[in-house]
Every structure is written in C-alpha cells, then in structure tokens.
C-alpha cells in the first residue's frame, strides 16, 4: 500500500500511496507501464479504510518528503474514499495525487481531489478520434465531458494544478488545441513528458526530440512548460528488506537496473532476491529504449 520514498520527476522527494489493490483503471492506455488493463472500469468503490492507509504512511514516514502521493496502480479516484484519505492525511504533509482525469465529470470526484494540495491532470490530446487510439478509454467515458470536468475543477481549486501530456511516435498531434485548452485550464504548470520505461504496447515508442519541442513551443505561448523526458535520479528508500522494496515499486512502475542495484545496495542484499523473484515468477526482465528494466509480472 506504501512505497519508496521515490525520487519523482515532478514532486521531488516523495512518499507513495498506491489505495487500489490491484490495477484497476478507466483507461488501458498504450504506454501505460505496469501492463494492459484487465479490469477497465469506471465504478468508485471502496478499497481500503483511509485509517488504515493513514496507519501504513505514519508507519513509514520517517523523514520530512515533499509529498505524500496517491500514485497507484491505476486511477486514484475510482477510490470512493480518495478525498477523505486524503483529509486526514494532511497533519502528516503535503498530499498529492496523479489522477488520468478521465472521472472528473463527476462531481463527487472533483470535491474529493479539493482535499489535495497537489493535484496532477493527464492531458495527452483534446482529439476525440487520438483519445480513443491512445488513452483505450472504457466504453461510458466522453472526452468532451471529460475536459468540461477538468475545467470546471480548475475554476473552483486553490491548491497546485499540473497537467502531463505523453507524447508518442507515430501519432498526428493539433498541439495548437492541446494549447488552446490548456490556456483555459490555467495549470501552474503543463508536462510533457515520453516513454521512458517499458510500455503495453511493444510497438509504443517516444516522441522524437523536434515533435517534444515543438510541443513544449506551441504550449509556452500560453502557461508555464517542462519536460519530463529523463530519468529520475537513483534515491529511492529502502525497508532493510529488499523483496519488499522492489516489489512495492514495481507494483506501480518497471525499476531500471541501476535502480534494482542501488535498492538492493541499500538494503543490504545481493542480486540472489532478484532472480528469487523471477523465478518465483514475480518479476520479469525488458529492455525498452537501450535499457534494462524489471518489471512486476501480473
Ligand atoms: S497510464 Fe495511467 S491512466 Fe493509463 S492505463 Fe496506465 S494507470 Fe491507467
């Protein structure tokens, strides 16, 4: 339920909150990396008491992090609960949480994201036809909706707004629209980011650096724009137990081998618990853009 501290590419110094018990998400999208959706749904239910969520963080938090982060594996607010974790989270930090968007129709949704201080927006197109082909939404879902919810959220919400746009290879997108929509939204800050570790789709491949750049010109006419488009640096936390570090991390994202390494270093174990782990049929080795990546197999 809790894992890291994780070095994130936009928070900082990062506490990790994954409140499903399993990948359950509105979208299966094609660069999503902990796999395909089994379990596409857009039903809010309840997962785990926000007492016992706020147990596990208290148990763990031991040093001062940026933020504590909802980041699971899968959308957040499908967590009918997700507002009030959030709530009695907030003595113990900071709280943020990166949400695909894709429920912030509803309004329930949108008064509990209010409880964050932090709140991060997917934004990958404004294209109906591209959502579709990119995002693989769950049949009820629709864009328009979708981006009406987003900006009637921004209107009402005083706390940070950012938005992250993934860029792929091989896809036509209007960044003209994508700008036009973010100008509206007013985020404190838009990300572009692109693939960095493996993804659904064998065939997935990042943006090339001209279509970034022109993205992260056309967006800069209108709000604030960073790239997301390198690694984070090595400084995960550790438990002293290292099966349970690389598999709470996993479990939301593939480690890159020198990450596995310096887990393993810090923990003090040797690579022996890796290849227990594979062949315990838990973890699985890809490569993706040149590197090794170990992912948590499902
Ligand atoms: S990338 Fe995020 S929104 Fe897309 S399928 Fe994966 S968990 Fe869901």
Same mark, same amino acid.
């Given at each position: 339920?809790?894992?890291?501290?994780?070095?994130?590419?936009?928070?900082?110094?990062?506490?990790?909150?994954?409140?499903?018990?399993?990948?359950?998400?509105?979208?299966?999208?094609?660069?999503?990396?902990?796999?395909?959706?089994?379990?596409?749904?857009?039903?809010?239910?309840?997962?785990?008491?926000?007492?016992?969520?706020?147990?596990?963080?208290?148990?763990?938090?031991?040093?001062?992090?940026?933020?504590i982060?909802?980041v699971?594996?899968?959308?957040?607010?499908?967590?009918?609960?997700?507002?009030?974790?959030?709530?009695?989270?907030?003595?113990?930090?900071?709280?943020?949480?990166?949400?695909?968007?894709?429920?912030?129709?509803?309004?329930?949704?949108?008064?509990?994201?209010?409880?964050?201080?932090?709140?991060?927006?997917?934004?990958?197109?404004?294209?109906?036809?591209l959502?579709?082909?990119i995002?693989?939404?769950?049949?009820?879902l629709?864009?328009?909706?979708?981006?009406e919810?987003?900006?009637?959220?921004?209107?009402?919400?005083?706390?940070?707004?950012?938005?992250?746009?993934? *860029? =792929?290879?091989g896809?036509?997108?209007?960044?003209?629209?994508?700008?036009?929509? $973010?100008?509206? &939204? !007013?985020? @404190?800050r %838009?990300?572009?980011?692109?693939?960095?570790?493996?993804?659904?789709?064998?065939?997935?491949?990042?943006?090339?650096?001209?279509?970034?750049?022109?993205?992260?010109?056309?967006?800069?006419?209108?709000?604030?724009?960073?790239?997301?488009t390198?690694?984070?640096?090595?400084?995960?936390?550790?438990?002293?137990?290292?099966?349970?570090? *690389? =598999?709470?991390?996993?479990?939301?994202?593939?480690?890159?081998?020198?990450?596995? $390494?310096?887990? &393993? !270093?810090? @923990?003090n %174990?040797?690579?022996?618990?890796?290849?227990?782990?594979?062949?315990?049929?838990?973890?699985?080795?890809?490569?993706?853009?040149?590197?090794?990546?170990?992912?948590?197999?499902?």
């Amino acid at each position: 339920m809790i894992f890291g501290y994780v070095p994130s590419r936009r928070l900082g110094k990062s506490l990790g909150v994954n409140n499903l018990p399993e990948k359950l998400c509105s979208y299966s999208c094609v660069y999503c990396q902990i796999g395909r959706t089994k379990n596409l749904t857009i039903e809010r239910r309840a997962f785990y008491k926000p007492e016992e969520i706020r147990k596990a963080v208290e148990n763990v938090l031991k040093e001062k992090v940026d933020y504590i982060t909802f980041v699971p594996n899968g959308e957040p607010t499908l967590d009918i609960n997700l507002g009030r974790s959030a709530e009695i989270l907030k003595d113990l930090g900071k709280v943020a949480v990166i949400s695909n968007s894709s429920l912030i129709w509803m309004e329930d949704v949108r008064h509990d994201l209010s409880f964050f201080d932090l709140v991060s927006l997917k934004l990958d197109t404004t294209n109906e036809r591209l959502w579709r082909r990119i995002n693989r939404p769950h049949r009820d879902l629709k864009l328009d909706k979708i981006l009406e919810g987003m900006l009637e959220f921004s209107r009402n919400y005083s706390g940070t707004l950012i938005t992250e746009t993934m *860029l =792929l290879d091989g896809f036509e997108y209007d960044f003209e629209n994508i700008a036009n929509f $973010l100008r509206e &939204l !007013k985020p @404190d800050r %838009a990300y572009i980011s692109i693939p960095i570790r493996p993804p659904a789709e064998r065939w997935v491949k990042p943006a090339n650096p001209y279509v970034v750049m022109k993205a992260y010109e056309v967006f800069s006419k209108y709000v604030k724009v960073d790239l997301l488009t390198d690694y984070e640096d090595l400084n995960f936390g550790f438990s002293g137990d290292a099966k349970r570090d *690389l =598999l709470s991390i996993t479990s939301v994202h593939p480690l890159r081998e020198e990450a596995v $390494l310096e887990i &393993l !270093k810090k @923990d003090n %174990a040797d690579f022996s618990v890796v290849e227990e782990l594979i062949n315990e049929g838990k973890l699985e080795v890809r490569e993706f853009g040149g590197k090794r990546f170990y992912v948590r197999r499902r």
